[in-house]
T-cell receptor, first 110, second 113 residues
Framework: QKEVEQNSGPLSVPEGAIASLNCTYS??????FFWYRQYSGKSPELIMS??SNGDKEDGRFTAQLNKASQYVSLLIRDSQPSDSATYLC??????????WGAGTKLIIKP | DTAVSQTPKYLVTQMGNDKSIKCEQN?????MYWYKQDSKKFLKIMFS???????INETVPNRFSPKSPDKAHLNLHINSLELGDSAVYFC????????????FGEGSRLTVL
């Protein structure tokens, strides 16, 4: 069964530090990877997508993909209390279905 | 204008009742989805429609019936509600069936008593 694994957390990070969120997956045929952020009581929103090996930066966010090791990570620089949320990793499998991780709860402490 | 809108946002009902949730998107997207998020926060795909055609129909009880009158609307009807149906139901849309870039509605929190 295709799986996406995330540490459920909570991951506690001091304000201003780098938050590192990790995700591993089992389907080597996966090509597209996504990070969604979900605030408590709200809907998920897409923050990053990554399709090729390496790093992709967008503001304070950097997504990293390593297909050989089957992991994708999200780094948040200069963490702010407003970054406190659950971060969901998702990937598109060869059948065009999104496979979701259970999410990592991130807490940024002032 | 809200891109993906769902109504109602909250439903509280008794076991055995029937309820419907409506979803509309004004993004011009071809594909719409229904997701269920339970108390453990895990997102589970239920259905997906592409241009009014059902393309994903996961193993959900047949008490759940989706309906897409046009590509901008996707409704969900639930018959004979059970306690385990209590969850947040999210509607989402994407430009087409390929990319995983979804736009979610605000969710409809269903509580079955």
């Amino acid at each position: 069964q295709k799986e996406v694994e995330q540490n459920s957390g909570p991951l506690s990070v001091p304000e201003g530090a780098i938050a590192s969120l990790n995700c591993t997956y089992s389907d080597r045929g996966s090509q597209s990877f996504f990070w969604y952020r979900q605030y408590s009581g709200k809907s998920p929103e897409l923050i990053m997508s990554i399709y090729s090996n390496g790093d992709k930066e967008d503001g304070r966010f950097t997504a990293q993909l390593n297909k050989a090791s089957q992991y994708v990570s999200l780094l948040i620089r200069d963490s702010q209390p407003s970054d406190s949320a659950t971060y969901l990793c998702a990937l598109m499998d060869s059948n065009y279905q999104l496979i979701w991780g259970a999410g990592t709860k991130l807490i940024i402490k002032p | 204008d809200t891109a993906v809108s769902q109504t109602p946002k909250y439903l509280v009902t008794q076991m055995g009742n029937d309820k419907s949730i409506k979803c509309e998107q004004n993004l011009g997207h071809d594909t719409m989805y229904w997701y269920k998020q339970d108390s453990k926060k895990f997102l589970k795909i239920m259905f997906s429609y592409n241009n009014k055609e059902l393309i994903i129909n996961e193993t959900v009880p047949n008490r759940f019936s989706p309906k897409s009158p046009d590509k901008a609307h996707l409704n969900l009807h639930i018959n004979s509600l059970e306690l385990g149906d209590s969850a947040v139901y999210f509607c989402a849309s994407s430009l087409n069936r390929g990319p995983g870039e979804l736009f979610f509605g605000e969710g409809s929190r269903l509580t079955v008593l």
